[in-house]
């Protein structure tokens, strides 16, 4: 007979039933833990990029904690699952995007395992190419939760600034979005060498901390090529459907180059 498991068979209902056009907010509202806090992003990033990267379609649970806590800079398991303030099968089973059970092992017969997936997207072609609007008005704006799928952007127009591209998920608030940006550009820019260059990044940091601030009115346009990213709460933001010149977006421009060593892996069963 198998053993007891420690973690309960669960797909978020929300994501499982959703559809395309709505899987990036149902996503956002089946998240059970605080995802405005960037060291639970990096952990969910990291997890997703170790998925991508195993061969295994389900991956025990156990192994995994423990590459990731390596990953991540922890000391050892126990460790990180003090920075999660919980077991690590309690944290992974409060992801919405994760499946988990205990399941058989195919090559090893009686041995029981939890195990966990990373449910995949919607495929492309079901996926509607999308700019979403945001006015930054009030600091209950800043603290809106944005999930960027990879390959989305965000453009602050008033002040010419744009936050790139990525190939892996990102999901932090508007805040930390922000923030973030301003941190990279003041660590570039101690190896900026000409002076006029070291200003405008200056400039572009003052200018982002005065958003922060809210002295200065903004608003956050993401172009969406994979129609997947999503605000929460999204009261308020404006959606469009994203059209080229021609009147059609190429969905493959969802598909940004991925470096060889986290490019997704044929998944096999265990």
């Not at 806090?37 to 389900?58: A, D, F, N, S, V």
């Not at 990373?118 to 999930?147: G, H, K, N, Y």
């Not at 080229?244 to 986290?262: F, I, M, N, S, T």
Request: glycine residues 6%.
């Amino acid at each position: 007979a198998a053993p007891r498991s420690l973690v309960s068979t669960m797909v978020a209902p929300d994501l499982a039933t959703a559809d395309a056009a709505t899987y990036g907010s149902a996503m956002l509202d089946s998240f059970k833990i605080d995802i405005s806090h960037q060291e639970m992003e990096r952990i969910i990033i990291e997890l997703e990029l170790i998925y991508k990267t195993q061969p295994g379609q389900w991956l025990p649970i156990s192994g995994i904690a423990n590459m990731l806590a390596e990953e991540l800079g922890y000391e050892d398991q126990e460790e990180f699952e003090d920075a999660l303030k919980s077991s690590f099968a309690e944290f992974i089973g409060a992801l919405p995007h994760i499946e988990t059970r205990n399941m058989e092992s195919e090559l090893q017969p009686g041995l029981f395992r939890d195990v966990f997936r990373v449910i995949p997207d919607p495929p492309p072609e079901q996926c509607t190419p999308q700019r979403l609007v945001l006015q930054i008005e009030s600091s209950a704006d800043l603290w809106r939760i944005l999930m960027l799928h990879p390959g989305a952007y965000v453009e602050i127009p008033e002040l010419e600034f744009t936050i790139g591209q990525d190939h892996k998920r990102r999901v932090d608030s508007v805040y930390n979005h922000i923030s973030a940006s301003i941190f990279n550009l003041e660590r570039h820019v101690e190896m900026v060498g000409d002076a006029a260059e070291r200003k405008g990044i200056q400039d572009a940091c003052d200018a982002l901390r005065s958003v922060l601030d809210l002295e200065t009115q903004a608003s956050f346009v993401v172009t969406d090529p994979g129609g997947l990213s999503a605000f929460k709460p999204n009261e308020g933001v404006k959606v469009t459907a994203l059209e080229d010149e021609k009147g059609q977006y190429d969905r493959a421009a969802r598909a940004l180059a991925v470096p060889q060593h986290e490019k997704e892996m044929e998944k096999v069963d265990m």
